[in-house]
């Protein structure tokens, strides 16, 4: 039983099956049975971990079983206390409030790789870093968060799923490597 950890590009279809415009995981990884746990827009990049189990998968992705995700966001706009708070919520995005979360600003990430292409930068206004982490999963939840807060999000990364991080473990875009999946259930 396989865990495989993938730094998607950005871009990149969350998908093996052919998709008529867009790159796809088969253009990063031939093992047959495997199948992303959980998903990541074609707009967002980062961590994403693959298997061939099923509990496996259920116990990475499903929201009830809580697997806390870091995102980095690299928004438009200077982050205000109030926006940070806003964040931590729960913060009411109309078709549901989400959970508490940790947010906080940070400094652009170091070991973190340049994007293709690169965000749009407009001179009269600057951008900030959040690490903003969650333990649901709805589609575009980060991104919906930093906007309902007046913080547009530019780019939006995915860093860590529970005890795997990008930071500590770095993998460069469409890199990926098998690690044991032991480390997710002592985790739980």
Known sequence: ????????PFQVMCQFSAHPTRQTLAQYIDIPGIYPAGRLDADSEGLLLLT???????????PDLKQKKTYLAQVEGEISPEALAR????LNLGDFITEPCQAQQIETPHWLWPRTPPIRQ???????WLAITISEGKNRQVR????????PTLRL???AIGPFSLASEPLWPGEWREVDPKALTKMQ
Do not use: E, W, Y
């Not at 039983?1 to 998607?8: D, G, S, V």
């Not at 407009?122 to 900030?128: G, I």
């Open 1 to 8: 039983m396989p865990l495989i950890l993938l730094n998607k």
């Open 157 to 159: 990364v995915r860093s």
């Open 52 to 62: 061939d189990d099923g509990k496996l998968q259920h116990s990475i992705s499903h």
């Open 144 to 151: 919906r968060m930093t906007a309902a807060v007046g913080l």
């Open 122 to 128: 407009r001179r009269d206004s600057p951008t900030s």
């Open 87 to 90: 964040l931590r919520g729960p």
